[in-house]
DNA sequence: GTCTATATCCAGATAGAC
DNA sequence: GTCTATCTGGATATAGAC
């Protein structure tokens, strides 16, 4: 009999959690509207019913998976900008360390899909809409501003700052639904010839290094 | 009375035209299962029970306007395969083109999101599926092809051509995602900026040229 | 907390009049 | 060919026993 409330509220989370895990797979993969509350349950290896004891409804559990999502992608952008690295250093170790991601699949790829698809839909619920229009320009923020900052250095290309940080996520999330379209197929291309957009061709040192 | 053989055959052609207009937009903004027979049906001006007349079924739909799409990119990629421009301007031409197409919403993102979403999904009918895995890496071959080919009079800059032609249709696949997440929002960057992965710098010419 | 029913709703597909 | 009405199945959400 488990009485001691701190045991409760710790297996209560990680029983959420594990639900929150089920749920980005299955609507990442499936879409919102497809996922049935029935697979996720499955996965996590609950009856369906006991799933409405930890989320009110399958709107709502959608609604915690987007803002837990962005909380982590701005987190990241953000721990990002903080470092004292040069802004063109910031700008290779951001694109290798999300190419890294999408490629490990490290649900990644999926939360990026989760998100992207969650926009494109209108059937995408109203809540989960309203976070989305919120949040979705912090990370295009983050990266503009590397821009802007790379090129008063001169140390990133030429271009209106906009621009690039949209070119730079366009780029992740297609490599992200290239990855989730051809599964194990994918094979990333290397970073170096996807960076030529953004900055300067790196010295051609005698040991020169490739990524992937 | 409408007894005129190819005047019925015609009235029949435009009615299935309009049905796999309006089915593009709807499977593409929601995905298969979202998507409502009804919806199209309405979308069209019909009874729902009618679309049952032009198409055995929603799947059957749904293919026929997958192998449409299929059709209309491949048929577009040989095209410009088959042109006698150097390698260089054809891969200029042809991303300035998908750009375009993207940012006037000539249903063509719709159609890129349509196949990569069903490419995504594990709800995809399985002949859907078939039609995707046996279609999809042709519009890649052209490129890579077109890639090698410019290496080889060095128009093109180095690198794997099959990386290169991942990276070029990944960056269209985003930009067709960027745009469908951002709507009216969406403002293309400059492919000049997304050429720069591809293509030697162009010669700073007095009045160099900028798109968008 | 967890399960097994089950109520309710809604979408795909069909029937049949016109 | 076109419509309205309806059958049927499946998914969300609830009820209630344990």
Redesign the interface.
């Known amino acids: 009999m488990p009485r001691d409330p701190e045991q409760n509220a710790r297996a209560r989370a990680e029983r959420t959690a594990g639900i929150l895990r089920a749920a980005r797979r299955r609507f990442a993969?499936?879409?919102?509207?497809?996922t049935r509350v029935a697979d996720i349950a499955k996965d996590v290896g609950m009856a369906q019913g006991l799933l409405y004891h930890y989320f009110p409804n399958k709107e709502a559990l959608f609604e915690a998976l987007l803002a837990d999502a962005f909380a982590r992608l701005t987190a990241a952008a953000e721990a990002l900008a903080a470092q004292p690295d040069p802004p063109a250093a910031k700008i290779r170790a951001a694109l290798t360390g999300l190419v890294g991601a999408i490629a490990a699949d490290d649900t990644f790829a999926p939360t990026m899909?989760l998100i992207?698809?969650a926009?494109?839909?209108?059937?995408t619920p109203a809540g989960a809409r309203a976070l989305i229009a919120r949040e979705?320009d912090r990370p295009y923020a983050v990266l503009a501003d590397l821009f802007a900052a790379g090129q008063r250095d001169a140390t990133v290309?030429a271009?209106?700052p906009?621009?690039?940080a949209?070119?730079f996520?366009?780029?992740?999330?297609?490599?992200a639904?290239?990855k989730?379209?051809?599964g194990p197929d994918f094979?990333?291309?290397?970073v170096e010839?996807?960076?030529?957009?953004?900055l300067p061709a790196p010295l051609p040192s005698p040991g020169g290094r490739h990524d992937v």
Chains 1, 2 share one sequence.
Do not use: E
């Open positions: 993969a499936d879409g919102y509207v497809a899909l992207a698809q926009s494109l839909a209108d059937t979705r290309l271009g209106d906009a621009a690039l949209t070119a996520w366009t780029t992740v999330k297609g490599l639904l290239h989730a379209s051809w094979r990333a291309p290397d010839i996807l960076l030529r957009a953004f």
